[in-house]
């Protein structure tokens, strides 16, 4: 990817500001609040337009509300300031501004200690943050390497920069918090090194500290509470209170066609990300792709998919293997050990746009992985790379059997009557409808002999299918005020490539933002349930009547 010039990009972003202020500046001229309004604190620190309006609109809501949104923003960026500015929003701290010398001095000595002591750094704490599985992450990230050597030259170099910086970062948001007191935190991303010290920081300090992410489809927010009972759970997951809830609401043909059909978008292009994603694929019967494959049309099919390797997932739940690199290259050694099935080794699609935002060209790191540990694959072992035409619905009606540590296939798949093991958990391990082991050991076992497990019964697809239904249909809030855009492949690279179009008319009529503020601010529920909200007590919208919720109430589930 080619990076825009300075200039160009810069007035391709004033452009989009000038449109904001023309078309939506009214909208968000709200009066001021009172000087002791209640924080709260939006965790930025990016130029990323896209998460940028997104905060921005929920910001504006939370000032309706009654509520002073606090910006945490990169230092030394105009870009950050100019857009929250259209939004109302005019409170932007930066975290250089709570360091001093005696901070730069601790951190530089602290890291030279744990850089000599080469501890493994999945378990390092400072100041009470569990940091050390945010920085391994973000030195995967930035090595574009699925598993971290960290005795290597390039890897001591890269964590000798990354780790006083993350230190600092540490005790700048501890210093921010005591400051600004704020009542509720709030995060789009919260799993690398530079954010995460401020969202363990918050809870440690009793914080209501909140979550968000993209749904599955472009005008989806999901929204979950972090606590210590969910740290370590991805965002989109079930808490326990409303797996119950999935499990024991009315079940029928109504629900099973609305599950239907929120599948179908899935994969039939229908978002702007599942574009991005494979908008160049198409689908092929069962027996055309085994035959492009060169696979056995009479045996099963057992299907790999794999996670971008580099792209480190040690944040969520626990695997059976040391990183994703481990346990893709294992699987794919016991995939070539077992010819008694076909095995597809299917490459994310992800690495398409992924790898061109990064500037990477070349062998995949997954296909470096399996040439230097496994060698040629024998012809029952088949890899299907990223960029293929095949598209995954395709995929689906071949497999006889999914494989994946915690990706979205292992609710989905036995949605189809497909059983899919998994090699770890924090997401929807446990619910019931998953062939789950509790080691590598055991997992390995299984894929040794895995045309012997039978398909899920009945009552397990229904589980997935209640599970499913959940993740679809209530976790998310469907927005009216905004939908997401993503330009084509070619286009990656854009200052807007990935942006926000606003589509509000006034901030009081955006029933879509009232219901997020009343969950945030009026409610203990980890997960926002949009079907649920019945249940909950009725609240207020406007100026300051949404109550203060207490943040040293003890959370339960939704």
């Known amino acids: 990817m080619t990076p825009w010039p300075r200039l160009r990009r810069r007035l391709a972003l004033e452009g989009d500001l000038r449109r904001l202020r023309l078309r939506h500046g009214d909208a968000f001229a709200q009066s001021e609040l009172p000087t002791d309004a209640p924080p709260v604190l939006i965790v930025s620190l ?64 602290e890291a030279e200690l744990i850089l000599a002591s080469g501890a493994d750094l999945r378990s390092l704490t400072f100041h009470g943050a569990p940091i050390g599985r945010h920085v391994l992450s973000t ?42 007191k704020p009542e509720l935190a709030l995060f789009l991303e919260r799993n690398y090194a530079s954010e995460a010290p401020v969202s363990d920081l918050a809870l440690e300090r009793g914080i209501d500290v909140v979550q968000f992410v993209t749904g599955f489809q472009d005008d989806e927010l999901v929204f979950k509470r972090y606590t210590r009972e969910t740290r370590r759970l991805h965002p989109r997951s079930l808490s326990e209170r409303s797996w119950e809830i999935a499990r024991t609401m009315p079940w029928g043909g109504e629900q099973e066609r609305e599950l239907d059909a929120e599948l179908d978008r899935r994969y039939r292009n229908v978002s702007a990300l599942s574009r991005r994603l494979q908008g160049w694929t198409y689908d092929r ?67 398409v746009w992924k790898l061109r935002r990064e500037g990477l060209e070349g062998e995949l790191d997954e296909e470096r992985a399996i040439s230097r540990e496994i060698g040629s694959l024998p012809p029952h072992v088949t890899v299907l790379r990223p960029e293929s035409e095949i598209s995954t619905r395709s995929v689906f009606g071949a497999a006889d059997y999914g494989i994946t540590i915690r990706g979205s296939v292992g609710f989905e798949l036995p949605c189809l009557g497909v059983p899919v093991l998994t090699a770890g958990t924090g997401f929807y391990s446990g619910r019931g409808f998953t062939v789950d082991s ?18 899920p019964t009945p009552e397990q697809v229904e589980l997935a ?94």
């Open 139 to 180: 030195l995967s990230r930035s090595l574009h390497e699925g598993a971290v050597d960290q005795t290597t030259p390039e890897a001591r170099t890269k964590l000798a920069e990354l780790l006083p910086r993350t230190l600092e970062s540490t005790i700048a948001a501890g210093r921010l918090l005591d400051d600004l």
């Open 438 to 455: 509790v080691s590598a050991e055991q997992y390995i076992g299984r894929l040794q002999k895995i045309e012997e497990i039978p398909p």
């Open 46 to 109: 990016t130029e990323f337009v896209y998460q940028l309006k997104l905060e921005g609109l929920l910001g504006a809501a939370l000032k309706l509300a009654g509520r002073r949104p606090v910006v945490l923003t990169q230092a030394g960026s105009w870009i950050p300031r100019k857009y929250f500015e259209v939004f109302g929003i005019r409170d932007l701290v930066v975290l250089d501004e709570y360091l001093d010398e005696r901070a730069h001095t601790q951190a530089a000595e």
């Open 285 to 351: 019967p069962r027996a055309e792709l085994l035959d492009a494959l060169g696979l056995d049309p009479a045996k099963k099919t057992a299907v790999v998919f794999s996670h971008i390797l580099w792209d480190a997932n040690m944040f969520y739940g626990d695997d059976l293997f040391a990183d994703q690199e481990e346990w893709f290259v294992e699987t794919v050694r016991a995939a070539v050990a077992n010819a008694g099935v076909n095995w597809i080794v299917k490459l994310h699609p992800a690495n």
């Open 465 to 558: 299918r209640r599970h499913a239904y959940a993740l679809f249909r209530l976790r998310p809030l469907r927005f009216t005020s905004f939908v997401a855009t993503i330009r084509p492949l070619e286009q990656m690279g854009h200052p807007l490539d990935h942006d926000v179009e606003l589509r509000l008319g006034t901030l009081r009529d955006a029933d879509d933002l009232r219901q997020f503020t009343e969950w945030a601010l009026g409610s203990k529920e980890l997960d926002y349930l949009s079907e649920a909200r019945a249940a909950t007590r009725p609240l207020f919208w406007a100026g300051s009547g949404v109550p203060r919720s207490d943040s040293s109430a003890p959370r339960t589930g939704t």
